[in-house]
């Protein structure tokens, strides 16, 4: 099973839908990341989280919100998806030190009509 | 703010020719610097972290380095299954996020 996952891999969704992207991780790392990754603009982050209690916003944080249910899972929702919300978004994991930078997880490719 | 800069966007070898992807960066204090590489529909897989200027790491056919304001990683003879993007990314002191550059997308024909 991989370090990180990440469900679902692919997902079509429809503008104003509300959509949750989930990241589950077996690394026992306490920090958790949501970037998106859109051609040509590199990986943005949009939250991330420290501990259970200790959520903060990202540079793109605008209409996301994220949940951490328990040190293992970081959700990442959209409210209501818009078309440019379009993107490849990815959820890492780190340990306090960084040294070995972060453990990707495979992302989830979602489209919004 | 930090900044992350890579060159160049793209970059196309044949088999053994060897070159250099660029990365250059800028931060209120660099607590380190690090090398991804990722493949196609995959995330970013970590090669190296690099902390101080003067310092070099090597992996197989990849050697990263490092000064005050930019790191190379050299890609020596390169063999086809090195293409891939390789992306750069900057921590501060101050924290432990990263910034990520661009990435330079490596074709690497046989």
């Known amino acids: 099973d991989a370090d990180v996952t990440q469900t679902p891999r692919n997902r079509i969704t429809k503008t104003g839908k509300r959509i949750m992207l989930e990241c589950s991780q077996t690394k026992g790392h306490d920090r958790m990341y949501w970037y998106r990754q859109d051609p040509g603009l590199g990986l943005r982050l949009i939250y991330y989280?420290?501990?259970?209690?200790?959520?903060n916003k990202g540079e793109i944080s605008d209409g996301y919100s994220v949940s951490r249910q328990a040190q293992a899972k970081f959700s990442l929702s959209l409210e209501s998806a818009i078309p440019n919300q379009t993107a490849l978004y990815f959820c890492a994991t780190s340990d306090y030190d960084v040294g070995y930078g972060y453990t990707f997880g495979s992302g989830t490719r979602l489209t919004v009509v | 703010e930090d900044q992350v800069t890579q060159s160049p966007e793209a970059l196309r070898l044949q088999e053994g020719e060897s070159s250099s992807l660029n990365c250059s960066y800028t931060v209120s204090g660099l607590r380190g610097l690090f090398w991804y590489r990722q493949d196609p529909g995959k995330g970013p897989e970590f090669l190296f972290t690099?902390?101080?200027a003067g310092e070099e790491k090597e992996k197989e056919r990849l050697k990263a380095t490092l000064t005050k304001k930019e790191s190379f990683l050299h890609i020596t003879a390169p063999k086809p299954e090195d293409s891939a993007t390789y992306l750069c990314?900057?921590?501060?002191?101050?924290?432990?996020?990263?910034?990520f550059g661009e990435g330079t997308q490596l074709t690497v024909n046989p």
């Open positions: 690099l902390y101080s």
């Open positions: 989280s420290f501990d259970v209690k200790d959520i």
């Open positions: 990314a900057v921590r501060e002191t101050s924290g432990s996020r990263l910034t």
